[in-house]
């Protein structure tokens, strides 16, 4: 029971982590050098959908981060 984490990945100053939760559906959270987080309510039903979407959005927070 519980979550586990199935990868982390650094891209830029922010460490992606993609965790496996107890329903066998994939969730991410996002977090940064200041440590913010970001976490993603939606469920995905693999991991590679969640890696995917989870890389979209860290790149698109260190693009909004960049034009500050």
Known sequence: MGIN??????????????????DQTYRFSVVNAMGRTYTCDTCFP????????????TERLTIDRDLR
């Open 5 to 22: 984490i199935a990868t982390l990945i650094g891209i830029n100053d922010c460490i992606l982590s993609v965790y496996r939760c107890h």
């Open 46 to 57: 693999t991991l590679s959908s969640a890696k995917f979407m989870g890389i979209s959005v």
